[in-house]
């Protein structure tokens, strides 16, 4: 019963036989088959709606004059003034929250991964980042609050003449912003200590070479991909949040700068960001001008858009390189 | 000196070349403390290692074949870089246990997963040729009641992440319409432990997870939960490859049980496996079936020399 | 001492360094909770803890609190803000499983059910979705959801069965439900379909070898394996939902209102208010010592959530584990 003689050649089918039919699988089955269609695509078909929408106002309203005039004097924005000074707030909350997030975030993650004693206190710090990644911003803002009202820190901000310490500037704000890059900085960069392979690190020991020098050498620039992944996320997340510049930087739209020195300030000094000038120009806040409120927030969706697709970028040519893939948080 | 000290001589590397050099030169030296080396000298029959197992005993008195099961007419598998099968034609009884042999990359375990149309699940695969459960082409049949006859088994063990009971009731489970009771489930989930030779182990321990298992067990558990529903026949790919000689030797014992119930087909790279299981072999290289016979016939009287070469090993 | 900072330092010294440096954040955490409970002590000391209970109009006591002087009497400090409990309870309940339900189908859907294309457009929107910022959210609903629901939901003869007691605008329930699910699931969906897809491949071929639909083994097979995962980004959502405060706050309505679900239906566009709007919506009357005590109660219980929570999704997943093969 061999097969030696040579078969005829037959045409192939390709594809599957006959398949069970839908019709008769059991009745959960096909309800879980009918909904999952109809709310995948709801899903789908929302999303493509919301960023449609807001590109389609945006369009409409936002205009390069927007972005390079200052708001008007006052608070209602309805005939003139565009958002030079929320745009640079941002960008300067930005900053701040950036340069205080990374060396805590970095030095952190550091320790945790390559020296972790005593164990208690590497969980005490993981632990931490934790329920600071688990706090809403608006208990971080309050706190924010408390603190800079203290008088200890009263040069961070104005002080009234009845000695009250106001509590709310850019270097407040920028605090607490710091805290909420925290997480995704020191989580991206914890996973790409963590996924440094035991090789590299043995290899420099072997040369004779201290921890720390490692650190420094070997470690730290190759998790640079990391960083810059988790230092986006961060990024992505300060310039949407709301919450805290509403509670820590004043109800004035432009710049207000709080004595004399010039950069200190304005650090001083309240203002606004680009989240808090579409909140006051809502009906929520002030509710004059609804066209500047969308242009705004089309611009900040196109700039959370932007830092998305750096994080797509990073996380593929970090790919190509190494084999490694970046662990990326969403939150 | 006595002739066990002939066997052996224990000596030093350094003292091996200082009496060399010694005999050369006529002279003894005492030798430094260096870790020695045993030279074997070999002047009788070797022992045997271990006493000869009793290979015979899983194979039991061969009854005559049953009703044939599965019939290839004629496959042919192709997938989008290379034909994995060309042109097999087989049959497939009831009470028999099939080998697949053949080096690796020769087509048998497509062949094998194409009996359960498994073969679907990869995109672009295309087939010729027909293959008939009991007079029924597979490929008009339902897939999911193809699949209810003829179970698989997999190379690496793959228990659900339920508890035991789950995992050998889950067949039964899906393919009642209603949801059975678990004191109607229960009798046949014992018996198919029984007949998978697991139950004795598990007996008290039916609720806890299935991943706590060893490897022998999990397959067996595997094997349970394939022949729970009563299917027709029963593939196996590899099943031993992944699993340490006990559990190997007990799987095999199994197999040769099920088989008066079941037709069973087995893919398998050990040689000395299928010869200790099967009943009928299938030799297949590089997708063309060379042989296909007894496992008398192929092993001991083959008559393609492409099959005499690898059952004598000169290729794998 | 230059010389001392430049030359290449010692292990041990950079590993105090850097221990030192990562304490500062364990002592940052601390701190927050410790400021915060000290500011929120006034209102549950005046109070006991009936403030999380029923009685009165929160929106009066908190006018009472604004206009009240820098050293109020005790009494200015009552305070029974379960209205604004209710009001998150109510919200976070809704969403949440509505978000998880939405998730783990739209979950199905990209990574079993969609056509390829579908598929490649869907992920980076859904993953877009998930990093728009709340306002953005909060400025849809209270130009476009809220006067839709407004003008075109809600009937005439819905707002006169409730004009005795509140005013229907459209900003309530139902748009801040609807929109916080919206917010919460994208996250979730990310975090399902990272888990359906490193659910070994073995499992979903065993099942189907048995004869299981391709539907059926995910549903029976998969679902089950990733339910760890399905956890996590439930409470990652829950805790998210909570501490919404500016999108709750831009269209829940200006009123700390408690929906009533005698009235029925019309519940849903009854306006809401929620512990975390309330801080925004009365972050200006801050500086009101009872007032501030007050909000600052709210926050602590926020905080408290959020700790009850993360301990509480860790606790849940620990007996699942016992049925995974992998963590």
Request: hydrophobic letters at 50%; one cysteine or more; proline letters at 7%.
């Amino acid at each position: 019963m061999s097969a030696w003689a040579p078969a005829p050649q037959q045409e192939l089918t390709t594809g599957p036989g006959r398949r069970s039919s839908p019709l008769q699988w059991r009745w959960i089955d096909r309800l879980a088959l009918a909904f999952a269609w109809i709310i995948g695509l709801a899903l789908c078909a929302i999303a493509a709606a919301i960023v449609i929408y807001m590109g389609y106002r945006g369009v409409q309203y936002l205009r390069p004059s927007l972005i390079f005039s200052r708001p008007a004097e006052g608070t209602t924005q309805n005939a003139t003034g565009g958002f030079l000074d929320p745009l640079l707030g941002t960008v300067l909350l930005t900053l701040i929250a950036v340069v205080l997030a990374l060396p805590l975030a970095v030095a952190s993650a550091l320790w945790i991964a390559e020296y972790g004693r005593p164990s208690w206190l590497a969980r005490v710090v993981e632990s931490s980042i934790e329920v600071v990644a688990g706090t809403p911003d608006i208990v971080i803002a309050l706190f924010g609050l408390v603190i800079f009202q203290l008088h200890l820190f009263a040069p961070f901000s104005f002080t009234a003449s009845g000695g009250a310490v106001y509590g709310r500037s850019f270097i407040a704000a920028g605090s607490m912003m710091s805290l909420i890059a925290l997480p995704p900085l020191f989580t991206a960069t914890r996973d790409g200590l963590n996924a440094v392979p035991a090789q590299m690190r043995e290899a420099a020991f072997a040369l004779g070479k201290t921890r720390i020098a490692t650190i420094r050498r070997v470690l730290l620039p190759s998790v640079r991909s990391n960083i810059a992944t988790g230092v986006t996320l961060g990024v992505s997340r300060i310039i949407g949040d709301t919450a805290i510049v509403v509670l820590l930087l004043a109800p004035t739209l432009r710049f207000e700068s709080q004595g004399s020195v010039p950069v200190v300030g304005l650090l001083r000094g309240t203002g606004s960001t680009l989240t808090t000038y579409v909140y006051d120009n809502s009906p929520a806040g002030e509710g004059a001008a609804p066209q500047k409120a969308y242009a705004a927030a089309c611009l900040l969706l196109l700039f959370v858009l932007a830092l998305n697709l750096i994080v797509a970028r990073i996380g593929r040519s970090q790919a190509d390189a190494t084999g490694l893939t970046v662990a990326g948080a969403i939150v | 000196m006595t002739p066990e000290s002939m066997l052996l001589e224990e000596i030093s590397p350094a003292e091996a070349r200082d009496r060399d050099q010694d005999r050369d030169s006529g002279r003894t030296r005492r030798s430094p403390a260096v870790p020695p080396v045993r030279t074997i000298v070999v002047d009788r029959a070797p022992l045997p290692v271990a006493p000869p197992d009793d290979r015979e005993a899983v194979r039991p008195s061969r009854g005559a074949a049953g009703p044939e099961r599965l019939r290839v007419e004629d496959l042919r598998i192709k997938f989008p870089e290379r034909e994995a099968v060309k042109s097999v034609s087989l049959s497939i009884h009831q009470g028999e246990v099939l080998a697949l042999i053949g080096p690796s990359g020769c087509g048998k375990t497509s062949l094998l997963r194409s009996l359960n149309r498994l073969t679907e699940l990869t995109p672009g695969a295309s087939r010729g040729g027909r293959i008939l459960l009991d007079g029924d082409d597979i490929h008009e049949l339902e897939d999911t009641k193809l699949r209810a006859r003829v179970a698989m088994v997999f190379q690496q063990p793959n228990p659900f992440p339920m508890s035991i009971f789950d995992n050998v009731a889950f067949a039964l489970r899906e393919q009642s319409r209603k949801r059975p009771r678990r004191s109607e489930l229960e009798p046949l989930v014992v018996d198919a432990l029984r007949r998978a030779g697991l139950y004795e182990e598990v007996r008290d321990e039916l609720d806890k997870p299935a991943l706590r298992l060893s490897g022998g067990q999990q397959q067996r558990l595997c094997i349970a939960r394939a022949i729970a529903p009563r299917p027709e026949v029963l593939l196996m790919d590899e099943p031993c490859s992944a699993l340490d000689p006990i559990s190997t030797k007990t799987i095999e014992q199994l197999i040769g049980e099920l088989r008066r119930e079941l037709a069973v087909v087995v893919v398998t790279h050990n040689l000395a496996q299928a010869q200790r299981i099967a009943d009928k072999v299938a030799f297949m290289y590089l997708g063309d079936l060379v042989e296909y016979g007894t496992a008398a016939d192929v092993f001991h009287a083959p008559r393609a020399e492409r099959t005499r070469d690898y059952v004598r090993g000169a290729f794998g | 001492m230059r010389e001392r900072l430049l030359s290449p330092w010692p292990d041990h010294r950079a590993e105090r360094l850097l221990g030192a440096v990562s304490l500062l954040v364990g002592a940052i955490v601390t701190a927050m909770i410790v400021f915060v409970a000290v500011h929120a002590w006034p209102t549950i000391e005046h109070n006991g803890l009936s403030w999380l209970g029923p009685g009165g109009n929160v929106d009066e006591q908190f006018s009472r609190m604004q206009a009240a002087s820098a050293h109020p009497a005790p009494a200015v400090y009552h305070l029974r803000a379960w209205p604004l409990i209710y009001g998150t309870l109510l919200t976070t309940g809704i969403a949440v499983p509505l978000a998880l339900v939405v998730a783990v189908l739209t979950s199905i859907f990209i990574v079993e059910l969609a056509p390829a294309r579908l598929r490649a457009f869907a992920v980076p929107v859904i993953r877009l979705l998930a990093s728009v910022p709340s306002v953005i959210y909060g400025l849809l609903g209270v130009l476009v959801l809220v006067p839709f629901v407004g003008n075109h939901i809600i009937s005439s003869a819905d707002k006169a069965s409730v004009q005795n007691t509140v005013e229907l605008t459209g900003a309530g329930l139902l748009v801040t439900v609807v929109i916080l699910t919206v917010m919460i699931t994208p996250i979730m969906i990310a975090l399902i379909c990272e888990a359906l897809a490193s659910v070994p491949n073995s499992w979903r071929e065993g099942a189907i070898a048995l004869g299981l639909n391709p539907l059926r083994a995910i549903l029976a097979v998969t679902l089950r394996a990733v339910r760890p995962a399905i956890v996590a980004a439930a409470v990652l959502a829950t805790a998210r939902a909570l501490g919404e405060a500016i999108m709750v706050s831009m269209v829940s309505g200006s009123r700390s209102f408690s929906p009533r679900p005698s009235d029925g239906i019309v519940a849903l566009f009854e306006p809401v208010r929620t512990a975390a709007s309330a801080i925004v919506d009365f972050r200006e009357g801050i500086a009101a010592p009872a007032l501030g005590s007050s909000l600052y109660a709210l926050a602590l219980l926020l905080l408290f959530s959020a700790l009850v929570l993360s301990v509480g999704g860790y606790l849940i997943k620990l007996p699942l584990r016992r049925y995974q093969g992998q963590a």
